[in-house]
């Protein structure tokens, strides 16, 4: 089968700015909770309601869109763009709603319900350009992804303690992705369901290789959006211990864009290596360094401030270019016209683990502290390595 080169980097560069557009939204309420606490009181676990309801409903649409093969039996594109719409209209309803009331968590939910149209339609649409690259062209909207979700941080960083204007930026930026995802085409390989096929939920039990993708990534997100989402609140906490709060809260904010922007460049150079490697491998070797650095940072935390710094964006490097291998694994063994429902279920059980790790987070640090908390997170990527061995060429 062949394709024009030029037509499939086109389209491949649409979706990843149309996935960097959209998934700005993923990570507002954790860039902005901070000034909403100064606005009025909250407490932790309000401000982890605020992004773990995104979590939880991402896998609550991620489980409808698997199960009923949504990616796989409808243009993905307009699945995408209509997602990214609905999605920036939930996230400007924020400014209506009372900050931290219950209306305000279900916007959120609302949110990642939508976003689940996003990420993993979006990889549907990048597998299809490609089989022997498929690490790299994943790996570059997992960069996309990582790239969207931290700038929130940035705009936050420079919008200051104007939270208002950070959700609308976002609402805007996230509307804008939808129309140049219309703009994409399906790549050559792209598989279309006829109907609705409920085996695709059993397929990932009973495929011995999907299986294993599915444990490494679950490993993966153990330790993923609970540092993402509570990086910038760790860093702040340590920073603190150096610097006055107004400066050590500025600053939190720049290195925790540092920190998960990094990762998009390492996703997209980690998927080129991938593909001449093995997935498996690359994995293996992220989830091994992430783990360390999740040590490292317990360690140095409240600390050196470069010191800490260093380790966090070590960390932010080596946390995410294993997520785009998990999902390219599962395409490389999955019947192509199961691909879109079996990612998307991959996705869905791993941000069910997210919902309660990032929830979990601040209330287990209560009693043992952020240090350890931090360096807890190390867990995840230990059981991902074990479920990696099996994969390796």
């Not at 993966?220 to 211990?241: D, K, P, R, V």
Request: with cysteine.
């Amino acid at each position: 089968m062949t394709h024009n080169p030029s037509s499939k980097w086109a389209n491949i560069g649409l979706l990843i700015v149309a996935e960097i557009g959209a998934m700005t939204l993923w990570f507002v309420s954790a860039a902005i909770s901070g000034d909403m606490a100064r606005e009025v009181s909250m407490s932790a676990a309000a401000q982890a309601a605020l992004s773990s309801a995104v979590q939880a409903g991402f896998v609550a649409g991620a489980l409808i869109s698997a199960v009923l093969g949504i990616a796989d039996r409808f243009p993905p594109r307009y699945v995408l763009a209509i997602c990214a719409v609905c999605a920036a209209l939930a996230n400007l309803l924020l400014l209506l709603a009372p900050i931290g009331s219950v209306w305000a968590v279900s916007l959120r939910a609302i949110t990642g319900i939508c976003l689940a149209g996003v990420y993993p339609v979006g990889m549907k649409i990048a597998v299809g350009w490609g089989q022997s690259d498929r690490g790299l062209l994943v790996g570059l909207l997992v960069g996309g992804l990582t790239l969207g979700s931290a700038a929130p941080h940035l705009l936050s960083f420079l919008g200051g303690v104007d939270w208002r204007s950070i959700v609308i930026a976002t609402s805007l930026i996230a509307a804008v992705s939808a129309l140049l995802v219309l703009k994409t085409d399906n790549g050559p390989y792209h598989a279309t369901a006829a109907k609705f096929d409920a085996t695709v939920v059993t397929e990932a039990w009973t495929n011995q290789n999907v299986r294993r993708a599915y444990a490494g990534y679950l490993g993966h997100m153990w330790e993923l959006y609970a540092m993402w989402a509570w990086i910038g609140f760790a860093l702040t906490l340590s920073f603190q211990q150096q610097l006055p709060e107004s400066e050590a809260t500025q600053l939190a904010k720049l290195i925790t864009f540092i920190v998960i922007g990094s990762g998009a460049i390492s996703s997209a150079a980690a998927g080129w290596v991938a593909d001449r490697i093995g997935k498996a491998e690359l994995a293996i070797m992220a989830m091994a360094m992430s783990g360390l650095c999740a040590v490292l940072f317990g360690l140095t935390f409240g600390g050196t401030i470069w010191l800490t710094i260093v380790v966090a964006i070590l960390w932010g490097v080596s946390v995410i270019p294993d997520s785009a291998q998990f999902s390219a694994l599962v395409a490389d063994h999955a019947p192509a016209e199961k691909v879109g429902s079996l990612m998307t279920f991959q996705t869905a059980l791993g941000f069910a683990l997210t919902a309660v790790t990032v929830q979990a987070a601040p209330v287990v640090a209560a009693v043992v502290g952020w240090p350890v908390l931090m360096a807890s997170l190390a867990i995840g990527p230990l059981l991902g390595i074990y479920w990696m061995l099996g994969l390796r060429k």
